[in-house]
């Protein structure tokens, strides 16, 4: 099915001052759309226009890097922009996904710090990820447009490390927009939702 340019969740000044309206507006509007334009382009030429997202993203890692790199991105963003809301992130988590991340990431802080260095640590653009892999929670990091779908595990929250999600309000200093992103911006409903869809 061709992929669609969905709307953001809230309005673009909800996120303010964490996230500006000036990069919601370029980053959803030109680099997601970019994402949209070429992916459908790509998956047409290679006669998979008719699969999900993600079977695009699972069946051309490896094989076609063009188009995995613009599916892949379609699919970050879809998700990135639903693990945002106003007045979001901190530690007041839903109960099992707080139940989960003390037993298998030894608590929230533990977690905070974990994911955070996952996103700094991650070499120029790519994302930083807590996924649920073989019943368990997990955090990583990937290059580029890759994510832990082709690596055998489902992603419930990621956070975008690329300098267009960050360079216009933190300039180079992308540890403190990754703590300002789990401090308030997360939305935990949203990973409860990947997550119980993960589990079961
Ligand atoms: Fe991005």
């Known amino acids: 099915m061709a992929f669609e340019l969905p709307a953001l969740p809230y309005d673009y000044e909800a996120l303010a001052p964490f996230m500006s309206k000036e990069t919601l507006e370029y980053h959803h509007d030109k680099h997601h759309k970019a994402y949209v334009d070429n992916g459908n382009k790509l998956a047409a030429e290679a006669g998979l226009a008719d699969l999900s997202v993600e079977e695009v993203v699972k069946k051309s890692f490896g094989t076609n890097q063009g188009l995995f790199n613009n599916a892949a991105q379609h699919y970050n963003h879809v998700h990135f922009w639903k693990w945002m809301k106003k007045d979001g992130g901190g530690n007041k988590l839903p109960g099992k996904l707080q139940?989960?991340?003390?037993?298998d990431l030894g608590g929230y802080d533990k977690f905070k710090a974990d994911f955070i260095a996952a996103g700094t640590t991650q070499f120029g653009s790519g994302w930083a990820w807590l996924s649920v892999k073989d019943g368990k929670l997990a955090i990583s990091k990937t290059p580029n447009g890759e994510n832990p779908l082709v690596h055998g595990a489902s992603p419930i929250l990621g956070v975008?490390?690329?300098?267009?999600?960050?360079?216009?309000?933190?300039?180079?200093?992308?540890?403190k927009y990754l703590e300002a992103f789990v401090d308030s911006l997360i939305n935990w409903d949203y990973v409860l939702e990947m997550y119980e869809a993960a589990s079961t």
Do not use: G, K
Not at 99 to 103: E, V
């Open 99 to 103: 139940a989960a991340i003390d037993s």
């Open 160 to 175: 975008d490390v690329w300098e267009h999600s960050y360079y216009i309000d933190y300039r180079n200093a992308r540890p």
